[in-house]
Every structure is written in C-alpha cells, then in structure tokens.
C-alpha cells in the first residue's frame, strides 16, 4: 500500500507540474495571439489613418481647386453684376434664383415679334440680299442702365459693333441687335454675333452662314 501511495503521489506531482507547464504554454500562447491581434489592429488602424489622411487631403486639395476656381469666376464676373447666360432655341433656363441675372441666347432670325420682340423663327442660314439679320436674347431680371453691345465678325474678324444702355428694369425681357446691308456688306462665309453684358461675353458667339444667291 505504501508503494500505491508513493506512486499515486508522484503521479499526482508529475501532473501538477505538466498542468502548470501546459497552462504555462498556453498562457504564452495567448499572450503571442495576443500581441500580434495588437500589432495587427494597431496595422489596421494605421492603414485606416492614413486612407483617412489621403481623403482629408484629396478633399483639401478638391476644395482648394474649387476655391481656385470660384476666384477665377469672381475676378472675370465680379458678384455684384452677375453675368449668367445659356443659349436656347426657345426653352427658358430652370431653375432662375429669385432676383437672379440671367441671358438666353435664342438664335438668329429675319424678323422678331411686333409685339414682345422676341424671336420668331431661328434660322443659321442667309443669303447677301437678306434684308435685315437679327440677333436676339432674352434677359432676365436685368435692371436700367446695364450695358448691352454685340460684336458681328466675318470669317473670325470684327465687321460690325453696335451698344446700348437698358431704360428700365426687367424680370423678363426679349431684346436684339440687328444688321442690314447698308450697315455692313453681307459676303458669303462664315459669320458670328458676340454678346456682351456690363463688357463680359454672354458665352460663345451664335454662329451663322451667308450664302451666294440661287442662280
């Protein structure tokens, strides 16, 4: 019986200390798991800073951009005389700000409405004994004593300059500059109307042609 105690007892010792070595060796385990889940988060968390850091910085830089631009914009249209213009065969702008600005270029014509001004059939194509060319424009909110001019160019050359100052203010208004054959020889090629408000171009010119008469 004394030898069945004394190798119970030591097989109780040899396990005591297997268990301690096996939770020693765990225990390291989870410690190594441990510290490179760390490491990987800390990763983790240093890639997620640093995208951040890079949108943070794109965003700046967009923004910067914009900023660069909108001063640009600023400096060639100053805020206090809004020049805003589009071009339409017919459809007004949407949406127009209240108290806002804003020119439509409606084309070129032979005639405009006795009644409104307003164009009454675009036409791109003329000939030399056409009687009149107009060039017409709608503006909006516009108010008395902004400078309107055109200048017609023949094959990319100024051929004809014309102004005038509004009278009166105007939520909408149909307006046009015209030129006749006595004003300015219509020769074949290819010609342009450039509009202008307060010195600045309302945009590109209209393009049109003049065409030799059918023989």
Request: charged residues 15%; negative net charge; glycine residues 6%.
């Amino acid at each position: 019986m004394a030898v069945v105690a004394a190798f119970l007892a030591a097989c109780s010792s040899i396990s005591s200390a297997d268990m301690e070595a096996t939770l020693r060796a765990e225990r390291d385990g989870y410690i190594l798991e441990a510290t490179a889940l760390r490491a990987t988060t800390e990763a983790d968390a240093l890639r997620i800073a640093g995208t951040a850091v890079a949108a943070q910085t794109h965003v700046a830089n967009q923004n910067a951009i914009n900023a660069a631009l909108l001063g640009t914009v600023r400096a060639v249209v100053p805020p206090t005389r809004q020049v805003i213009a589009a071009f339409s065969g017919a459809a007004t702008p949407e949406p127009i700000n209240q108290g806002e600005r804003w020119f439509v270029k409606t084309g070129m014509a032979t005639a405009v409405n006795e009644s409104d001004g307003c164009i009454v059939a675009p036409e791109i194509e003329f000939t030399p004994s056409t009687p009149r060319i107009y060039a017409t424009f709608q503006a909006f909110n516009i108010q008395s004593g902004t400078p309107l001019s055109i200048t017609w160019l023949y094959e990319g050359q100024p051929r004809h300059q014309e102004s005038f100052t509004t009278q009166s203010n105007a939520s909408r208004i149909c307006l046009w500059f015209y030129i006749e054959p006595s004003m300015v020889e219509f020769t074949p090629g290819s010609w342009a109307a450039q509009l202008y408000a307060d010195g600045f171009a309302l945009g590109q010119p209209m393009t049109f042609s003049i065409v030799p008469e059918a023989s």
